[in-house]
């Protein structure tokens, strides 16, 4: 009898806001939403995390009618703006991947991304592994689950409402994919382009040079070892990205 009296209009409607708002975080946020991960798993992950975190949950204003619909939809939306701006550090990751795998001729080694579904060149999913990996390495999938504590002591539950701030700063991390990853990818690119300067003499002083035969395997290994040697620093950098992101999302988000 007390369970049943405990089941009031405001405990339900607070706890079908805060699985609303826990479903989209794990839908759209990096290795929680992966693809390998079963829809059920991933259910039962927000459903404990709303049971869990039902404490700290505050709901100020009630309204059961259409209104509650729109509250909804934007704690899906809250959801999914915050796990947009950290896939777009791992879209710089894959950027920079697709420009590595055109300069060493490996666009059309295609591989399935279990990720998000989609074909994309093999060092793409390769360094998208990696990232992935190194993104568990240094917690930053408890970094998520702290940044879900935090939101619901600072933005109520059926409050959030995107900011003019947090969409110029979307089209920003949007424009940076394609700077930040040719500049990861600009070593490979430099010792390609030397490389084929180096051919083109070789080719001009002695025509009997085959470049199909000698050229395309010299620049491939070229290109393996410029990024094994690369690889650490890509990946530190990556970490910074990735703090630099979650820094920013407390800012645009909890202000």
Known sequence: MEF????????????????????????FFPFFSHNSI????????????TMYLYPLAKLE???????FVIQLLSEVIFGMIAGLILQIIFAIIMMAGEQIAFIMGFTMANVLDPSSGTNMPI?????????LLFFLAFNGHHLILLFLSYSLGYID????YPQENLMRYLNSGILNIFIIGFTMSFPILGISLLTDTIFGLLMKTMPQFN????????KIALGIIVLIVI?????????????EAITHMQTL???
Request: net charge neutral; aromatic share 14%.
């Open 253 to 255: 988000f909890f202000v």
């Open 38 to 49: 079963p829809i059920v798993i991933k259910t039962t992950l927000a459903l404990f995390l």
């Open 157 to 160: 539950l059926g409050a959030f």
């Open 211 to 218: 470049l199909l035969v000698i050229g395309y395997p010299i």
């Open 61 to 67: 204003n009630l309204h059961l009618d259409s209104f």
């Open 4 to 27: 049943v009296n405990y089941l009031g209009d405001k405990n339900v409607a607070t706890f079908m806001l805060l699985f609303a708002r826990m479903s989209g975080l794990i839908v």
């Open 231 to 243: 690889l650490i620093v890509m990946m530190e950098y990556f970490k910074d990205l990735i703090l």
């Open 123 to 131: 060092t793409s999913q390769i360094l998208h592994l990696i990232a």
